[in-house]
T-cell receptor, first 114, second 112 residues
């Protein structure tokens, strides 16, 4: 299995600012992903974090709003830029070693934008 | 329309009782189906993962079934415990790529 940690676990931010979320995996993984989960909803994939290259974004999500870095096989960051109250959500990091294997999730980062 | 539909949306059961959650999907081409448990305020934790050829898989008191012909899956919880109170999410993976399609989840509340 893989253990995933996220920092911060929660934050309250002002409108117009940015928040960077860190994701650390305890072992090397092939794929890392970022999800958003709005209250009472299921998970929506934001992007796949590619090691050493630009992330692959899903429809409705753009790099300017959600810049992602993945400098190595165990670490990734997601920045949520120019925050608005609609960005209030839980952001989850996920990782897997292979496409058909279990995908492990971090504990999530709860973001509240005022 | 979501390609993974779960029912019921929520249910309440008494401690010690059994329950069954349903998942219907239209995702194609199919690779595998996963059930996750998500406690409040936590990330999802994998319970089972089944491929096309697997009909049933157990993880302790959790038993998942899969009928790939009818595109239906169920998750059976036996002798429920208070700690089973959580959301249970059905997730289907496409054969091409690694895209996961998430169901809306079933919120289970186990009462003493």
């Amino acid at each position: 299995s893989a253990v995933i940690s996220q920092k911060p676990s929660r934050d309250i931010c002002q409108r117009g600012t940015s928040l960077t979320i860190q994701c650390q995996v305890d072992s090397q993984v092939t794929m890392m992903f970022w999800y958003r989960q709005q209250p009472g909803q299921s998970l929506t994939l934001i992007a796949t974090a590619n090691q050493g290259s630009e992330a692959t974004y899903e429809s409705g999500f753009v790099i300017d709003k959600f810049p992602i870095s993945r400098p190595n096989l165990t670490f990734s960051t997601l920045t949520v830029s120019n925050l608005s109250p609609e960005d209030s959500s839980i952001y989850l990091c996920s990782a897997t070693r292979a496409a058909k294997e279990t995908q492990y999730f971090g504990p999530g980062t709860r973001l509240l934008v005022l | 329309k979501n390609q993974v539909e779960q029912s019921p949306q929520s249910l309440i059961i008494l401690e010690g009782k059994n329950c069954t959650l349903q998942c219907n999907y239209t995702v194609s081409p199919f690779s595998n189906l996963r059930w996750y448990k998500q406690d409040t305020g936590r990330g999802p934790v994998s319970l089972t993962i089944m491929t096309f050829s697997e009909n049933t898989k157990s993880n302790g008191r959790y038993t998942a079934t899969l009928d790939a012909d009818t595109k239906q899956s169920s998750l059976h919880i036996t002798a429920s415990q208070l700690s089973d109170s959580a959301s249970y999410i059905c997730v289907v993976s496409k054969a091409a790529g690694n895209k996961l399609t998430f169901g809306g989840g079933t919120r289970v509340l186990v009462k003493p």
